[in-house]
């Protein structure tokens, strides 16, 4: 079993940055992969981002390849996820996600066993 808190959202204008976190317990953190996803107003939930155990690999969906960057500190249980650039349509509840496997479902909400609350992130135009 493992909780996870999200943290950093807020509300930033165009072109802005924001960090968000999320802190793991329950279970070592570094046994499993861990993903953002996001759900904009009105709409599905969506892959953002995905690092492996260690760090080791990371992937990106293509609206945000390039503007935002994930990493992860094992050490302090907590996984980052660096938004640059921002866009109105960045706008969304973000929503750190864990997983012990890493599959070719990666990318979708059912590859993943632990969810956190999620955190608001605003871009204004």
């Known amino acids: 079993q493992v909780q996870l808190v999200e943290s950093g959202g807020g509300l930033v204008q165009a072109g802005g940055s924001l960090k968000l976190s999320c802190i793991a317990s329950?279970?070592?953190?570094?046994?499993?992969?861990m993903a953002w996803f996001r759900q904009p107003p009105g709409k599905e939930r969506e892959f953002v981002s995905v690092i492996t155990l260690t760090g080791g690999y990371a992937n990106y969906a293509d609206s945000v390849k390039g503007r935002f960057t994930i990493s992860r500190d094992n050490a302090k249980n907590t996984v980052y996820l660096q938004m640059n650039s921002l866009e109105p349509e960045d706008t969304a509840v973000y929503t750190c996600a864990a997983s012990r496997t890493f599959g070719l479902n990666y990318r979708s909400p059912t590859g993943y066993n632990y969810w956190g609350q999620g955190t608001q992130v605003t871009v204004s135009s």
């Open positions: 329950g279970r070592t953190f570094s046994s499993f992969n």
